[in-house]
């Protein structure tokens, strides 16, 4: 079971607290920003950002999670003594096929769904294709992203989740945990300000789905392909002024696009997309017991039977 492969290392509550706070101190700094920061003095900010050559603020913006995942692996390693895979999925190895079936599965939707409301109405989206800076865009991002979405898969799904989990015994209470982290840490974000605090349940729900999936499936691989088809179409596809991350995307949302509108249609879409998307991983890695798997008991310990890690029984 995932959140059990916790026991595999050393938990030491001072450990986990020293990982813990090293590195959710960007996330930390977003929060604050959040709940303390005049809204007057991140207008400022974030006007100052769209000053900001488009590619540059990319690297900036996505440099640190370079030396954060760094570090979160190398404490995971050495401080808790306990594998990348243990802290990857309850498998025997990392399935790279399924975090690249996830990754097209969410492609695919997102294209699909994408371009068949351009067609009924193109009002609010501008074609942007500037060959030369978009090739420039496409190897940064498939150098970035997947490690800065590791990080984050790592840190929520991963290690906070399998920490709370055992500290907690429980299966719902890290998904809950973690799921509304992600979204309040997500809520310094130039969307939030853009769109209103409306979007925070986006985030949360988005949240949600990742735990789920991770929960259901016993791994990270599918919130790790998930995670990286999101965000790269967020920067290759199309981009808006109000973007956490500025880019010379295909296409660009136009100034005439309405906030609301644009919130409203994120919500419908994650209404719609999400069940999709877990009805598609259920029927394909046939998912059993979605009760036990999000609102049962975690085990005490890992019990080896036959070279896999299960449940106590009477735990289920």
Known sequence: MFIEQAYKGDNTPWKVLITTFLTTGIFLVNVAVFFFVPRERTDAMYEALKKTPKLLGMVVNLLPFVLLLGLLLFLVVYLHERSV????????????RRVLFAFLCVTTLIVS??????????SNVAWNFQPEKFAVLFVLAIILFPIQ???????????????????????????LTTSVCFGIFHGANPEVNEL??????????TGFLLGI??????????????????????????????SAIQSDALF????????????????????????LLLF?????????????????????????????????????
């Open 149 to 175: 979405i590791a990080f984050e898969e790592y840190l929520f799904r991963g290690f906070l989740m399998q920490q709370i989990g055992i500290a907690t015994l429980s299966r719902f209470a890290p998904l």
């Open 85 to 96: 895979t243990s802290l990857t999925t309850s498998r025997p190895r990392i399935d790279f």
């Open 213 to 242: 999936m991770t929960l259901m499936d016993e791994g990270i691989e599918l919130s790790l392909g998930y995670h990286l088809a999101n965000n790269l179409m967020a920067v290759l596809l199309i981009s808006s002024d109000f």
């Open 113 to 122: 769904t994408f371009f068949i409301g351009y067609a009924i109405d193109d």
């Open 280 to 316: 598609i991983f259920a029927k394909r890695y046939k998912w059993h017991d979605w009760k036990g798997k999000l609102f049962g008991k975690v085990a005490t310990r890992l019990i080896q039977t036959t070279g896999n890690y299960e449940n106590d029984s009477n735990l289920q």
């Open 196 to 205: 209103g605090y409306g979007i925070m349940a986006f985030y949360i729900g």
């Open 252 to 275: 660009r949302l136009t100034e005439e696009a309405p906030p609301q509108e644009t919130l409203n249609e994120m919500i419908v879409s994650m209404l719609v997309t999400y069940p």
